[in-house]
């Protein structure tokens, strides 16, 4: 019924738009045909939270094309984590934008994505990133790579990656940079142990680690570059540090196997990877995923990115460091935690 | 919409009540519809939840869930959950009985904006009341007092939103306190000190109690307000709800529920107990 009241209601004013979102979110629960016609329709976006104000662009751009015109959107923003477990508990869902992969694993593993949603000219990815460092304007505590992060008296903020998906891509930053430049498994270990040692809060989102480092708490924020460039433009006193080594990051994006209105939730995922909407999210902060897109806009250029998939892929990763309380990052949280307390 | 309203309904039932009779009807509510309302609603409200949590705890069996309970960091964080709540709930008591003294037995300006200052806690979203925290007494404190990262932190968090908790349980049995004993108490010599000991006290140990068990329970499962200032640190100042939020985030939610049960079933047998030593204060005070 929500359904009837917004396929009339589409295109026209804003308070209609407004009023169809609504009934949408209600509406989509109940499987549905597509509404016929060319145009309109509503997709339901899920996403992780620091795309919220891309999207946001990305939505005015689109429905200003043909195919987006009088599409009208019911948008989702959360931990990328929590976004996944809450599609699979029944949040309408139509396309889905997490923080990493594994996140799309729990949609396929419950029927609701494809299997091979990373079948695609960009393996499923709508956009990239790099793990970065923001510093206090200025630099003061002089923080050039990731060495310079266990210098004694540098207090550093990651997420804590049990509760934040998305901070294992600072973790595994920290440890591939390491084995980039030469060294064992174990002495790469040893340094997300020593970095570990250096965190004076782990913060359970990256929203959160953003909000504490910018009300004066430590003197390195490890972050994505596109979250860092956003804090950057709306003005906070920050700068940013690009690590010599760091991980590529990459965000996965696919349509549900059954979408509320394939035609409008196919054409908004075109669109998101077309090069009209690649450039707004290089606009945004984001490193496009098309390579003629890339190629108009300049990002730091550490000397060199490394993928996940150098270090294994996410689900051999997941499993041998995340795992909680036998993973080794629960392992090192472990020894740091016994070893503070016996002294 | 348009079907609800012309969709032919079930049999409507007559209006129960005929108006003269209401008075009967009443007192038949209380005797056997009060009862069985009051169940019905407690258990979709309370128990239905509480043993979904508890199966969901158990879905893999006892070992798992000791397993889940028995974690290092899991016992860490509920070993510093616990005695930040037991701090809290014992300091706010005190707190919660002087300021319940000062809006009930003096008379000042401003004294209805203290009172209402007082359910402030309770509308701030926890997470505002986090970060508003942070910035007062974290790095950038302008009265220069850093408390975040530490369990002084998690204390502070914890008193601001647990105090309404120890002051409106107390306020109002204050403000019934016979005061004809307190005066009948000192003139016959009583010190200032032996009135409060003796005389108030007493009257107020059931009410003191109660606020400090909910403000316990309340504490236990606090997250949004403790999670910003506690730099939630593994084994150093991870509360026991941030580490459940970990282990949701990282799909082990039977472990998740496991600790959740455990929480739960502290607070209950708190309460309980608190239940016990009120209707003792009672009795002796009836004797």
């Known amino acids: 019924m929500p359904h009837l009241s917004h396929a009339t209601v589409s295109r026209k004013t804003r308070v209609a738009t407004v009023a169809a979102l609504l009934g949408a979110s209600l509406a989509a629960a109940v499987a549905m045909p597509s509404v016929a016609g060319a145009a309109g329709g509503t997709v339901n976006l899920v996403a992780y939270s620091t795309p919220k104000p891309a999207y946001a662009a990305l939505i005015t751009a689109f429905e200003a094309t043909p195919a987006g015109q009088g599409v009208t959107f019911a948008q989702s923003y959360g931990a990328s984590g929590s976004q996944a477990t809450s599609v699979v508990d029944g949040l309408p869902a139509d396309v889905v934008n997490f923080s990493l992969a594994p996140d799309m694993q729990k949609l396929v593993k419950a029927g609701l994505v494809s299997s091979r949603w990373d079948d695609t000219p960009t393996k499923g990815m709508v956009t990239d990133s790099i793990v970065t460092f923001i510093v206090r304007k200025g630099n003061p505590k002089h923080i050039t790579n990731w060495a310079s992060l266990v210098k004694s008296g540098v207090r550093v903020i990651t997420p804590n990656p049990f509760s934040s998906g998305s901070a294992k891509w600072n973790i595994m930053a920290a440890y591939g940079a390491e084995l980039a430049q030469g060294k064992s498994k174990a002495e790469a270990r040893n340094y997300v142990k020593e970095l570990l040692a250096h965190t004076t809060s782990q913060p359970t989102s990256a929203s959160n680690a953003l909000e504490e480092f910018l009300s004066g708490e430590g003197d390195v924020l490890i972050d994505y570059e596109d979250d860092a460039l956003y804090a950057q433009r709306k003005g906070e006193p920050i700068s940013i540090v690009t690590p010599p080594n760091t991980i590529l990051i990459q965000n996965p994006i696919a349509v549900t196997t059954s979408p509320s209105d394939p035609t409008a939730a196919k054409a908004f995922e075109a669109f998101l990877l077309s090069t009209a909407g690649q450039k707004i999210w290089a606009e945004q902060g984001y490193r496009p995923v098309l390579a003629n897109v890339a190629s108009q806009f300049r990002f730091a250029t550490p000397k060199k990115i490394f993928t996940i998939a150098s270090l294994g892929g996410w689900t051999k990763v997941d499993s041998t460091f995340f795992t909680p309380g036998t993973g080794t990052v629960a392992t090192i949280e472990q020894s740091l935690g016994v070893s503070t307390a016996g002294g | ?287």
């Open chain 2, 1 to 287: 919409m348009v079907d609800l309203a012309t969709r032919p309904s079930g049999p409507v039932p007559a209006p129960a009540v005929p108006g003269p009779r209401s008075g009967r009807s009443v007192r038949l509510l209380g005797r056997v519809g009060g009862p069985g309302l009051v169940v019905t609603y407690l258990s979709l409200l309370v128990v239905l939840p509480v043993a979904a949590l508890l199966s969901h705890a158990l879905s893999g069996g006892l070992g798992a869930f000791w397993h889940a309970v028995s974690q290092p960091e899991a016992v860490a964080a509920l070993k510093l959950t616990l005695w930040c709540s037991l701090a809290v709930a014992a300091f706010n008591a005190v707190a919660g009985l002087v300021i319940a003294w000062v809006l009930v037995r003096d008379d000042f300006r401003g004294k209805g904006v203290v009172n209402a200052v007082i359910d402030l806690p309770f509308a701030l979203p926890t997470v505002v009341a986090g970060l508003t925290l942070l910035t007062l007494y974290g790095p950038d404190s302008p009265f220069h007092v850093d408390v975040a990262n530490t369990p002084v932190g998690i204390l502070l968090a914890l008193a601001f939103v647990t105090l309404p908790f120890s002051v409106r349980s107390v306020q109002p049995v204050l403000a019934e306190l016979d005061r004809e004993t307190e005066e009948a108490a000192a003139s016959l010599g009583a010190t200032p000190a032996a009135v409060l000991r003796r005389v108030i006290l007493p009257g107020l140990a059931p009410a003191m109690l109660a606020g400090a068990g909910l403000a316990f329970a309340r504490a236990l499962g606090e997250f949004g307000s403790v999670v910003l200032i506690s730099g939630n640190i593994p084994f150093k100042t991870e509360v026991a709800s941030s580490w459940i939020y970990s282990l949701s985030q990282s799909d082990d939610l039977s472990g998740a529920a496991a600790i959740s049960v455990v929480l739960v079933a502290t607070a209950l047998v708190v309460l309980v107990g608190i239940g016990f030593l009120r209707r003792r204060f009672d009795i002796s005070e009836a004797a």
